[in-house]
């Protein structure tokens, strides 16, 4: 068996390998024909001093440049694990030549920075999982909590379902595209629909999280400001934004993506165009900071001629929402632009990603454990429990009573049919004393 499942195996892996270079091949020979083009169609260069020739180093075109500068560009993407959005090096001397490697005595492109992050970024996407596993666990207890909860049924709490399960989703599809695409460097080489499929679902669901917040700013400024305890509103309008509207900007972003900036699944943050899915989300942010504004005006205002008891039962209900509305999108708000430079970057990243989902177990926190509504219930079950868990244990103590009871009856009667009227007379003593125990039993069971 493994003797015939060793070559198949193989045979697949050179296959996929002499895909994979077939593809860098292309790549290679389609830079290299463009990068003849514009060395023969652009202007000579006619400044004074001496100057670097424009040129092809084997991977990448080079303009002329003046002597003694540095000419920087991105790392090309024809292999693995080359990451594009860091920086290639090549030096003009200041006689006009471009730098010679002393070991070799030829010209020399530095290309070092292009994958000498790659592991480093490999162990940072395992620890991100971590991170969101962690997210994930308690978010899919609360959601459990509150769909199999019969009290737990109102318009605001349909309202958190929504929000736990956009968390769930995009938790789910943060791990698979870590797992799948972003540190599978053989599927990000052939570049197939379904890893663009994956990103375009991800930033798709990343837009229902703060939306879904949105939903739960909007509901909370109906029910406070617009019209002040009322009970019902038409979800139907919080569906279509929480799940509808994230599409129109995930669509355009993905056409634009296509149209514009192509790269290997759509993993490269280098551009511009992320703004399309940000900049809903910020708007967002901006609606629920100016929500958050005037609920607190109103509350003010109101709660100051309401009795102090309907006051503090009042405040009990908004609380929670009240905490999440500032504290939800936060990242967005302190860095509003990601930093140039591998170290801000770095810094960035860490920060937005431990934000963006530790904040689903913070929500998840707030909204069911410190919910007096969901303690209430948790109580109650607890305490149901323990009544079962006590009458099934009596229940159980007391079968066994009796079933001692009926057969120490039989010993004894049995014994006494070899015995004298001694013996009848402990008979009698024995069954008296049993039909007590009888009698306790059935109270016990009344």
């Known amino acids: 068996f493994f003797a015939a499942a060793i070559p198949s195996e193989g045979h697949q892996n050179m296959t996929e390998d002499f895909t994979q270079l077939s593809v860098t091949r292309n790549k290679i020979m389609t830079a290299q024909y463009e990068c003849y083009q514009k060395i023969m169609q652009d202007p000579i260069h006619r400044k004074e001093g001496p100057y670097c020739n424009r040129t092809w180093d084997g991977w990448l075109c080079w303009s002329d440049v003046a002597a003694g500068t540095v000419s920087v560009q991105r790392c090309p993407d024809y292999f693995q694990d080359f990451n ?42 395992k620890e991100w999982m971590h991170v969101i596993i962690h997210t ?20 605001r709490i349909t309202l958190h379902k929504n929000l736990f399960f956009s968390f769930v989703c995009n938790s789910v599809v943060t791990i698979i595209s870590l797992t ?50 009322a009970e019902k509103q038409h979800l139907m309008w919080y569906y279509l934004l929480g799940w509808g509207f994230p599409l129109i900007p995930a669509c355009i972003h993905a056409v634009a993506r296509s149209l514009y900036y192509n790269d290997n699944c759509w993993i490269s943050s280098d551009t511009h165009l992320l703004y399309i899915i940000h900049g809903p989300i910020c708007a967002a942010l901006l609606v629920n900071l100016f929500f958050l504004l005037n609920i607190v005006r109103v509350l003010i205002t109101k709660l100051k001629d309401t009795h102090k008891a309907e006051s503090n039962l009042y405040m009990k209900a908004v609380r929670a929402t009240l905490i999440l509305v500032p504290l939800l999108g936060i990242e967005f708000v302190l860095f509003p ?25 913070l929500v998840a926190t707030i909204f069911c454990f410190f919910n007096g509504e969901v303690q209430a219930v948790l109580r109650r079950h607890w305490n149901q429990y323990k009544i079962q868990f006590e009458h099934s244990f009596s229940h159980s103590d007391a079968m066994r009573t009796a079933s001692y009871t ?7 009667q049995g014994y006494s049919y070899n ?10 003593k024995g069954y008296h004393d049993t039909e007590s125990v009888v009698l306790k039993t059935e109270k016990l069971y009344g």
């Open 180 to 229: 799948a695409v972003a540190n599978n460097q053989e599927l990000v080489a052939t570049n197939p629909v379904s890893c663009k499929v994956s990103q375009f679902i991800y930033l798709y669901l990343m837009g229902c999280n703060y939306f879904w917040m949105l939903c739960e700013g909007i509901y909370l400024h109906t029910l406070i400001v617009v019209a002040v305890f």
């Open 419 to 428: 015995h004298d009227c001694t013996s009848e007379h402990l008979n009698g």
């Open 136 to 155: 994930v666990v308690p978010l899919c207890i609360h959601l459990f909590l509150f769909l199999f909860s019969r009290s737990l049924s109102c318009q």
């Open 84 to 125: 594009p959005s860091e920086k290639v090096t090549k030096i003009c001397d200041p006689s006009g030549n471009w730098f010679r490697h002393p070991e070799s005595n030829r010209t020399w492109t530095n290309y070092t920075q292009c994958n000498i992050y790659t592991h480093e970024k490999v162990k940072v996407g």
């Open 337 to 361: 632009w990601r930093p140039e430079g591998r170290i801000a970057e770095e810094v960035y990243d860490y920060v937005m990603h431990i934000l963006m989902h530790y904040q689903g177990l």
């Open 406 to 412: 009926v057969s120490s009856i039989s010993d004894v």
